[in-house]
Structure formats: structure tokens, C-alpha cells
């Protein structure tokens, strides 16, 4: 997440705008459902990793030995 401040004519960001902080308010909001949708995509990965690995190693056994598996 980036910082919500506006930089100020100094040059810091210590100058807040009510812009910003309205922008801030929504990417918050978004960051919980973001969270989620990430959280469910990396497991229907990892799970279609695992099954991938396991059907990569039962062809590897039916070709190395010449039977099914």
C-alpha cells in the first residue's frame, strides 16, 4: 500500500489532503476482498499443482516399467 499523503511544498508528506484520504478509504476497503480473492486463487493452485505432480508421476512410473499404473 502506498502512502496516503500529498506531498507538501516542502516536499514531504506530511501535508494530507481530504482527496487523499478518501482515496485511502477505498483502497482499504478493496484490500480485504483483494486479500481473499488471492488467498483462494493460491490454493486452487497449489492443489492443481499437487494433482499435476501426481498424475506427472504415475505416467513416469507406467513408461518407466512398461504397465499401468
Known amino acids: 500500500m502506498g502512502s496516503c499523503a500529498a506531498p507538501s511544498a516542502k516536499g514531504d508528506d506530511k501535508f494530507i489532503t481530504t482527496d487523499y484520504l478518501q482515496q485511502c478509504l ?3 476497503a478493496f484490500y480485504g ?3 481473499a480473492w488471492v488467498t483462494e486463487i493460491h490454493t486452487a493452485l497449489t ?13 513416469t512410473k507406467e513408461l518407466l516399467n512398461n ?3
Open 67 to 69: 504397465e499401468p499404473a
Open 26 to 28: 477505498l483502497e482499504n
Open 33 to 35: 476482498d483483494i486479500k
Open 47 to 59: 492443489s492443481l499443482q499437487l494433482e499435476l505432480r501426481s498424475q506427472h508421476l504415475a505416467l
